[in-house]
């Protein structure tokens, strides 16, 4: 999942990155390529401490287009299994899922944190135990 991030030249700061879709989120570096690293550890911390807040997913909206200065920053993946598996399971306990999917509640809560790693074997029998279907793709 990719952010489209706006980098500016700044006077003072060099370098300054804002997402459109995350007003709250800025980067910025000495040069364009630190600016964008910086710009995935702003977008990684920000959604992780979002995820851990309980709060929705903001899905982005806007194009990276590098031609308007909208460059892609990528979401770390374990950071974007984590938040779906929260949304799908938005209205359902924790427990019960872990019950229909036959693991333990710890276990099911740890896959909903960054740390948590959940095997493909495990996201389909989540899928399952929530009621959803996995669908992967390569685009």
Known sequence: MNYAAKIEKDKDMGFVVSFPDLPN???FGDTQE???RQAKDALDGAMECDLD???T???PKTTPDSDKGLYPVELSPRIEIAYKLFE???GQKKSEVARRANITPQAYQRFETPK???SVETLYKLAHALGKQLVVEFV
């Open 25 to 27: 989120v800025n980067a």
């Open 34 to 36: 630190e600016a964008l």
């Open 53 to 55: 807040l309980g709060n």
């Open 57 to 59: 997913m903001i899905l």
């Open 88 to 90: 799908a399971r938005r």
């Open 116 to 118: 948590g790693s959940p």
